[in-house]
């Protein structure tokens, strides 16, 4: 019996120093995906031939504009991060499953990269916290 509460206390002296580095814990890290509603408009389309010119291919791509509002609201509103000031997206990026880019947000004056990965053909992509 002796021996069990020992070990007890030793587990939980361990478990305590283990979390006594820096005093403050680290922030969550969390990933939304958004997606797109039906009163949101469809990402942007554009045309563009093939190398016979035979044959018009559509090739669906983001809006910047739109993606800058979109990740602003989830940066302030999801995250809850304050102080956030303009946004930049690429623009015309691919509508297209596992497509990756950076936004650049500039918080509290700095400017974060902000990773969008595209979750698939219809529009939808996740957001990373800004690095």
């Given at each position: 019996m002796r021996a069990v509460?020992?070990?007890?206390?030793?587990g939980i002296g361990l478990l305590a120093a283990a979390g006594c580095d820096s005093g403050t814990p680290a922030p969550a890290v969390r990933t939304?995906?958004?997606?797109?509603?039906?009163?949101?408009?469809?990402?942007?389309?554009?045309?563009?031939?093939?190398?016979?010119?035979?044959?018009?291919?559509?090739?669906?791509?983001?809006?910047?504009?739109?993606?800058?509002a979109s990740v602003g609201r989830l940066l302030a509103d999801t995250y809850k991060i304050a102080n956030v000031g303009t946004?930049?997206?690429?623009?015309?990026?691919?509508?297209?499953?596992?497509?990756?880019?950076?936004?650049t947000a500039t918080i509290a004056g700095a400017p974060k990269q902000v990773p969008i990965t595209v979750t698939g053909a219809t529009g939808e992509y996740k957001v990373d916290p800004p690095r």
């Open positions: 509460r020992v070990l007890l206390l030793c939304v995906t958004v997606t797109p509603s039906p009163s949101a408009p469809a990402p942007s389309s554009s045309l563009s031939s093939s190398s016979s010119g035979s044959a018009v291919v559509p090739a669906r791509v983001f809006d910047a504009r739109t993606m800058e946004i930049a997206c690429p623009d015309r990026q691919p509508v297209a499953d596992g497509t990756k880019f950076q936004c």
